[in-house]
């Protein structure tokens, strides 16, 4: 809360690019915690988690459903496919996604 007063650190845009990237220097990918948690899920909506945690820096995105019948992963896709789509969230923060996650497969396959 220190960081910042209004979101978890997992969709906040101060403590990822802010403290993490920006102050830190971390360049590498960003994996959440998972978005279904309660403090998150139970606050914010689906698609408003999705905005919030790529807008902020998260290059993977982390889902556990309770519920076995639950489309988590096409839904999440179809947000986030939308959000782009409409301008929210930016073509060019995905292609920095796919670029650090990218680098990270190469390092990792070397």
């Known amino acids: ?7 978890p ?4 845009e101060k403590s990822i690019n802010g403290l993490l990237r920006d102050k830190l ?8 915690d998972c978005l279904y948690m309660k403090a998150i899920h139970t606050n914010y909506s689906l698609e408003e988690t999705i905005e ?13 459903s ?3 019948d639950d489309n988590i992963a096409g839904d999440a896709f179809n947000s ?3 959000m782009v789509i409409s ?9 920095e996604s796919y ?6 497969k190469q390092k990792i396959n070397h």
Not at 1 to 7: E, K, T
Not at 9 to 12: N, R
Not at 52 to 64: E, P
Not at 87 to 95: D, K, L, V
Request: proline letters at 4%; a positive charge; aromatic letters at 8%.
């Open 25 to 32: 220097g971390w360049q590498g990918v960003v994996v959440s």
């Open 66 to 68: 309770p519920n076995p």
């Open 87 to 95: 301008g929210r969230i930016s073509y060019e923060r995905i292609e």
């Open 52 to 64: 919030k945690s790529v807008n902020a820096g998260v290059d993977i995105l982390l889902f556990a």
């Open 99 to 104: 670029r650090r996650i990218m680098t990270l």
């Open 9 to 12: 650190a997992t969709i906040s």
């Open 80 to 82: 986030l496919k939308a």
């Open 1 to 7: 809360s220190q960081i910042d007063s209004l979101y």
